[in-house]
């Protein structure tokens, strides 16, 4: 790894001792690409706490529990955006519309696009905010979290959106907030935000769930991390739920866990009898 005109000498010892924390902390796996990216994430923490190289910084997250969730933060990727991935929300509509939904969990909700988009196609799907559907949305992440609580974003966010759909969903800010929109507050009252670690034993959340969206998380843990957390959630569905993945994600090892429906999207295995 070449140091080059950085700020803060970055060695491949550091890279390695970084990664082998938050493997530790989260079990996310960073690849060895991921080189620049943490030097890029975690020079940001540096320059705020006034330390002088990574050592010293991974000393003191060590050493003071208020920097552990900022040292999580800053390395997991929050890349999102409205109706990412639209077929998964085409799914999510013909599902409603053919089964009694009562409770969705977003597993990766990051800034709150994902569970919004969610929640819309709920809305739009059965002509109701008050639809008595729950959602749940979690992350690790405690900044998204914060972020996708307040609902608001950048106005650009929801360019590709129908007139309508502005309308419906969003209130356009004026003054100082020009050019952000806020999601509606009966768009808000639909999604319930909470911290969820998913390598954690314990989640808080209990079936039977009738969907759950867990896309592109996976690829950030091993095979053995993945089938653990697969099998957990697949014992929340209900035996036809749906269980939704991200477009790398690939469960082949796992059809002793999930039945595949095609375009990533998968049911629970059927129990073979003995």
Known sequence: ??????????????????????YQLTR???ADSKDSMVYSRL?????ALKLSGFSQYLQYVQEHEDEVQCFINSLTTNLTSFFREPHHFDIL????????????????SSTGEEPYSIAITVAETLGSFKNGIEIIASDIDSGALQTAQNGIYDEERIKSFSAD?????????????AGRVKVVAELSRMVSFRKINLTDRHWGIEGPLDI???????????????LEILEKMV?????????IAGHSENFSHATHLV????????HPALVQPA
């Open 93 to 108: 509509a013909d599902y409603l519309r053919e089964h009694k939904v009562q409770r969705i969990w977003c597993a990766a």
């Open 1 to 22: 790894m070449m140091q080059g005109e950085k700020e803060f000498a970055y060695t491949r010892a550091d890279f390695d001792r970084v990664r082998k924390l938050l």
């Open 165 to 177: 759909r502005r309308k419906n969903f969003f209130l356009r800010g004026k003054g100082a907030q």
């Open 235 to 243: 014992g929340l569905l209900k035996p036809q739920g749906l269980y």
């Open 43 to 47: 020079v940001r923490r540096l320059r």
């Open 259 to 266: 039945r595949h429906l095609g375009r990533t999207t998968y």
């Open 28 to 30: 996310i796996h960073l």
């Open 212 to 226: 759950i969206f867990c896309r592109n998380v996976m690829i950030y843990f091993n095979k053995e991390t993945q």
